[in-house]
T-cell receptor, first 112, second 115 residues
Framework: DSGVTQTPKHLITATGQRVTLRCSPR?????VYWYQQSLDQGLQFLIQ???????AKGNILERFSAQQFPDLHSELNLSSLELGDSALYFC???????????FGPGTRLTVL | DQQVKQNSPSLSVQEGRISILNCDYT??????FLWYKKYPAEGPTFLIS?????DKNEDGRFTVFLNKSAKHLSLHIVPSQPGDSAVYFC??????????????FGQGTELSVKP
């Protein structure tokens, strides 16, 4: 158990819908990261927050957005969902961006 | 442009022997490298890391070697155990850049340790 929690574990929804994935970092970690793992793309970095501020951005689609709240938990919002958005979404956390990242168990999103 | 490559999709090793997993990178700005282990339906688990100022880091049965001139790193597991069977990912980070937290992952190597 890494100490990073993610909810929900599974999510099944339809194209065009919007979903919110939630992540709680390890106690004491200020950085939160979101990654997407799809079959053909491997683990891809989406976005990072540090103490409430956006710190780094990967190839995150405009339909996706994220935020980190004052209690340091983070949410990833995915809208206008497409079939290709079906993937595992992982959250990770670390003390700072210079430290090793610890991953949560992931949310499996299925878009039908 | 795949900046981190794991060229072997799979590796099979006998229990008790050494497992060597390899990783190559292209970006000379990477200064921090990590190995993760992943079981199906679980998140990646951090194993070991190495900074670019070192060429070796050891933690129990796991040792990571870094060859900066060759832009190559490897993970040695000695002795290998059946519980080590999983997918192993190497990852790299340019901590000094403005994308300091971004990890670039290889495609993974599936290790199978036979009893």
């Amino acid at each position: 158990d890494s100490g990073v929690t993610q909810t929900p574990k599974h999510l099944i929804t339809a194209t065009g819908q919007r979903v919110t994935l939630r992540c709680s970092p390890r106690s004491g970690d200020l950085s939160v990261y979101w990654y997407q793992q799809s079959l053909d793309q491997g683990l891809q970095f989406l976005i990072q927050y540090y103490n409430g501020e956006e710190r780094a951005k990967g190839n995150i689609l405009e339909r996706f957005s994220a935020q980190q709240f004052p209690d340091l938990h983070s949410e990833l919002n995915l809208s206008s969902l497409e079939l290709g958005d079906s993937a595992l979404y992982f959250c990770a956390s670390s003390v700072s961006w210079r430290d090793e990242q610890f991953f949560g168990p992931g949310t499996r999103l299925t878009v039908l | 442009d795949q900046q981190v490559k794991q060229n072997s999709p799979s590796l099979s090793v006998q229990e008790g022997r050494i497992s060597i997993l390899n990783c190559d990178y292209t970006n000379s700005m990477f200064d921090y490298f990590l190995w993760y282990k992943k079981y199906p339906a679980e998140g990646p688990t951090f194993l070991i890391s190495i900074s670019s100022i070192k060429d070796k880091n050891e933690d129990g049965r796991f040792t990571v070697f870094l060859n900066k001139s060759a832009k190559h790193l490897s993970l040695h597991i000695v002795p290998s155990q059946p519980g080590d069977s999983a997918v192993y990912f190497c990852a790299a980070n340019d901590r000094g850049g403005n994308q300091g937290g971004k990890l670039i992952f290889g495609q993974g190597t599936e290790l199978s340790v036979k009893p």
